[in-house]
């Protein structure tokens, strides 16, 4: 039987009315959006969300291991000092049911649940020009209107499925890791097949060969790991950090990529071969994505990159035993980090199982699915289940869902066709008073989501508040500002090496068709937190306010 598993949350009728604001979406961003308008300016707000809960992004991402790569102390907002303290963390790396058990603790910590629908799909977002107010749709039929609509949409969550010819005569069952069933998949005597590894992919194969008869992986790309080194906290390590509270926020505020660890201010070629490698050799053992923080040009010199990369390729081909794979999972093409990295729990070691196998498909591409499993050029893989970790249409998939028209009758899609162009990731011009929180053009991804998330949503809310205080209506990008704005956005990713990797998904290159443009801006959050206060300080510099 040919299955589509996903997770349809059951759509809810009557949810009408008009409102100051309307939230799209109510994971991170859309529940600390809806507590700021509502708590902060007195706004009536609705929050519209799919699911049957809170979450988001991590509502639907529950396939096997699906761990968050921050660590937990700063995987979370830190605008509520008491909310820091009440709430603990059990690991080094909170698990999704852990994040869900959180969000749940925040809607209900804030009573923000009263004002979010869920089981409430948007359809389409229409700008009113008459009423100057924003008309969005749901599934269920109906028309809510609101003043300013809010995208919180989140960075990755319309799952990309390949369009690989056959699918549909497979005769197993067929997942996307970021479409997972509730109840969970039983793997136990399965034949798996595994498409993509990238970080769900890398967190999910040691999970899902713990019980599958076989697990065959499916490599495009080979990519770099680092151990995670997850491990409970320690009591010492949970008084820190509620003593710390303040410290470390400042620090996550303070640096590029929102973390609450610092990079090294050392260069890579200051220190000699040999204390180079023991750095290394102390940062893997450490574990996590400060990996990269070693040394400070890792990022931007590509000499420097290089001896990162071979570190990592030859610890690859030091824990995996059989020589073949260890070549095929160590030939990776792109700069360390230039895609996103990922870290792992015994992914390389997972190899050394007998019960798991890589097909490298550079060697040999898949051909088609059968209905007995996946045929590659030169070989069949016959399987039971088929897991598609193939990642997401990033960045502008989930605000393009939401089928957003704009002033004068411009659909997103349109204004987007060449690639997305927007004002500081929050507005884009002919849109007016629409908000995306992280969306294309700002850190976003590049960052700890909770910090850049915290920032946009902050940074709405006073812009919001200013409008109000100043009898103002409308605010709306101005066309030349976003223009130039993506220039900043091009200049910040070529003065780093992440244009090098031209097949990620900061570029849309895994989704066949979709415009090549570097979407998140690299230039650090903590330098586009300051450039969005001096804009802001400015009276809005490249915003068009009207009353
Ligand atoms: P990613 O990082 O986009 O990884 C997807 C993987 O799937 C990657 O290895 C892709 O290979 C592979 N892929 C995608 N399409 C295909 C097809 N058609 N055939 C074979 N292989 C394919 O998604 P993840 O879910 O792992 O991670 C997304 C983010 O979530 C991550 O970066 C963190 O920020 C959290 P490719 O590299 O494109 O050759």
């Known amino acids: 039987m040919t299955s589509v598993k996903t997770n349809s949350a059951t759509p809810r009728s009557a949810v009408t009315g008009t409102f100051d604001a309307l939230i799209v979406g109510a994971g991170f961003a859309g529940l600390y959006q809806l507590l700021c308008l509502c708590d902060r300016l007195g706004l009536s707000v609705r929050v519209l969300e799919t699911a049957d809960g809170v979450g988001g992004t991590w509502y639907w991402n529950r396939y096997p291991g699906a761990r968050c790569d921050s660590e937990s102390h700063s995987y979370c907002y830190s605008f509520s000092d008491a909310l820091l303290q009440e709430w603990e963390w059990t690991e080094r790396y909170p698990e999704q049911p852990e994040i869900i058990r959180y969000l749940n603790f925040v809607a209900d910590r804030f009573d923000l649940r009263r004002d979010i629908s869920f089981g409430t799909r948007v359809t389409a977002a229409r700008f009113d020009a008459a009423t100057h107010r924003w008309l969005v749709t749901t599934e269920a039929g109906d028309t809510l209107s609101a003043k300013f609509l809010i995208a919180a949409v989140g960075c990755l969550s319309a799952a990309n499925i390949p369009n690989i010819p056959g699918l549909d005569d497979f005769a197993g069952d067929w997942y996307h890791t970021g479409q997972w069933p509730h109840d969970g998949v039983d793997f136990t005597g399965k034949r798996v097949g595994m498409i993509g590894t990238g970080s769900t992919g890398i967190q999910a194969a040691p999970v899902i060969a713990e019980t599958a008869a076989h697990l065959t992986v499916f490599q495009r790309t080979a990519n770099y790991s680092v151990p995670a080194r997850n491990a409970p906290l320690t009591a010492e390590f949970k008084r820190y ?15 590029t990529n929102g973390h609450a660890f610092t990079i090294s201010d050392r260069l890579t070629f200051d220190v000699t071969p040999e204390e180079r490698q023991a750095l290394y050799e102390a940062a893997w053992e450490k574990g996590g994505l400060q990996f990269r923080a070693t040394f400070q040009d890792l990022m931007v010199d590509r000499a420097a990159n290089d001896t990162a990369a071979s570190f990592i390729r030859a610890k690859i ?5 059989d020589d073949k794979t260890a070549a095929a999972l160590s030939d990776i093409d792109h700069p360390y980090a230039a895609k996103r ?21 550079r060697a040999s591409p898949i051909e088609r699915i059968t209905p007995t499993g996946i045929a590659t050029r030169d070989a069949a893989f016959d399987l039971d289940i088929i897991v598609f970790a193939t990642g997401f249409d990033a960045m502008t998939g989930p605000l393009l869902k939401l089928e957003i028209t704009g002033r004068d009758g411009i659909a997103l899609r349109d204004a987007w066709r060449v690639g997305p162009r927007s004002y500081l990731g929050l507005q884009i011009a002919g849109f007016p008073n629409l908000f ?3 969306g294309p053009g700002s850190p976003s991804v590049l960052c700890n989501m ?14 919001i508040a200013h409008m109000r205080e100043h009898g103002l209506q409308c605010i709306e990008a101005r066309s030349e500002a976003a223009d130039q704005w993506l220039e900043q956005v091009n200049a910040a990713a070529n003065a780093t ?29 903590a330098r586009y937190r300051e450039i969005c206060a001096e804009i802001a300080a400015r009276g809005y510099e490249g915003f068009a306010l009207s009353g």
């Not at 081909?317 to 035993?321: A, L, P, T």
């Not at 910090?451 to 812009?463: F, L, Y």
């Not at 090496?497 to 998140?520: D, E, I």
Request: net charge positive; proline share 8%; aromatic share 10%.
């Open 241 to 255: 950090v509620k003593a710390n509270a303040a410290e470390i926020r400042r620090v996550m505020r303070a640096t």
């Open 497 to 525: 090496l992440l244009p090098l990797a031209t097949h990620s998904w900061y570029f849309g290159a895994n989704v066949p068709g979709k415009p090549r443009v570097f979407m998140p801006y690299a230039g650090g959050m």
């Open 450 to 463: 909770p910090v850049a998330i915290e920032q946009h949503v902050e940074w709405i809310t006073d812009c």
């Open 317 to 321: 081909r030091e824990i995996v035993k």
């Open 341 to 361: 990295p990922p870290i792992d729990t015994g992914y390389f070691e997972t190899f050394n199982r007998a019960n798991v196998s890589l097909v490298d498909l």
């Open 436 to 438: 995306t929180v992280t």
